[in-house]
């Protein structure tokens, strides 16, 4: 039989999402979605969504949607791009500020997995920094690089760590001949945004998601932030692939949930408190947690491995996450669930640990 798919498709590696088993029994701690539903004024937008309006594309411009991030973020709406998740924005960065032939991209050995399969998709090539033994990120190294531009997570994925404003902003001038571009998707639990610094350095780019901290991970939206030549610059890619990649009921519905940003800022607290409670939980029954700004934990066992934990935590009904990779192997990331999975989440751990 013929194998008509190109070389590229024959060959990569494509990024693996965790497993979406939305079946009840299970208690989902892999997929850092959040606990808590969205804001009651989106799901009201949602009801009330003349759904007619469906027959016509969805506005070009996205102007409501874009002067309410806008307006939440405290910038100006031409400095704002959406975009069917954060997910497509991290991808078209790649064709629109890396070269196939140019110094690449460098990110972090243990971050998102995306960045390098994007990369490949687009024959960028990059180079990876290995985080230091306590999982940090020495931004001097990282400085130090030949590279056409930089990615980081912060907080990183799936080792939760956060880096400070004060410390991003140093970084962000010493790098300003090239890109930084920072993946804030989990930014709501970590309260350190460098959005307030696009203003001043045309050579930053920040990408948010309404996926964890907007509890709406199933609406598929995100969006960037940055320097008037940066949007234009991904507005071009995204006209060479996909002109509408965020619905009208997305538009309508996102619009909603960022203008309710008290709503947001108590769910995220409490899940915040949840995430101390649980690191401080976990310690007890010995596990070793990184200290996470985000809404999932990273954490090993002294005694079992990573995949064991794993596999005898889904055999009990509760799903976190594993990677098979090196350096982290022993580790599982767990989502911060709600008040009641995470007592499920323990109790299926001494379950665990008392046979
Ligand atoms: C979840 C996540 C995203 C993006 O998610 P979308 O749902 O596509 O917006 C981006 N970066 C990191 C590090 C994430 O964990």
Request: hydrophobic share 45%.
């Amino acid at each position: 039989m013929n194998d008509f798919r190109s070389k590229l498709v024959r060959t990569i590696a494509p990024y693996t999402a965790g497993e979406q088993l939305n079946d009840k029994r299970y208690v989902k701690l892999n997929t850092n979605e959040n606990p808590y539903a969205p804001s009651p004024k989106a799901i009201e937008a949602l009801h009330s969504f003349p759904a007619d309006s469906l027959k016509l594309y969805p506005p070009l411009e996205m102007r409501a949607l874009r002067e309410a991030i806008a307006a939440a973020e405290g910038v100006a709406p031409q400095n704002v791009f959406c975009g069917n998740g954060s997910d497509e924005i991290l991808a078209l960065c790649f064709p629109a500020f890396f070269d196939a032939d140019g110094q690449g991209a460098a990110f972090a050995d243990i971050t998102y997995s995306f960045y390098s399969v994007f990369c490949s998709f687009f024959h960028i090539p990059y180079t990876l920094l290995p985080l230091e033994e306590d999982f940090s990120l020495d931004l001097a190294k990282l400085t130090a690089l030949p590279a056409q531009g930089i990615l980081v997570a912060n907080p990183n994925a799936p080792t939760g760590i956060g880096i400070p404003l004060d410390e991003i902003r140093p970084f962000v001038a010493q790098n300003k001949g090239r890109i930084v571009i920072l993946d804030e998707a989990y930014m709501p639990f970590f309260n350190q945004s460098a959005v307030p610094l696009t203003e001043e350095y045309d050579n930053l780019l920040v990408v948010k998601t309404f996926s964890k901290g907007y509890s709406l991970a199933g609406m598929r939206c995100g969006y960037a932030i940055g320097n008037r030549a940066l949007i234009e610059g991904l507005e071009r890619c995204r006209d060479c692939f996909n002109s509408y990649p965020v619905d009208r009921v997305c538009q309508v519905v996102c619009a909603a949930a960022i203008a309710d940003g008290a709503y947001y800022a108590e769910k995220n607290a409490a899940v915040v408190a949840e995430r101390e409670r649980l690191h401080a939980a976990l310690s007890r029954r010995g596990f070793t947690v990184l200290p996470s700004k985000s809404n999932f934990v990273f954490a090993k066992h002294a005694a079992l491995a990573g995949r064991t934990v794993y596999e005898e935590l889904r055999a009990r009904g509760v799903l976190v996450r594993h990677f098979a990779k090196p350096r982290i192997a022993d580790f599982c990331r767990i989502t911060v669930g709600s008040c009641a999975q995470n007592d499920a989440l323990l109790a299926a751990l001494d379950d665990i640990l008392r046979t």
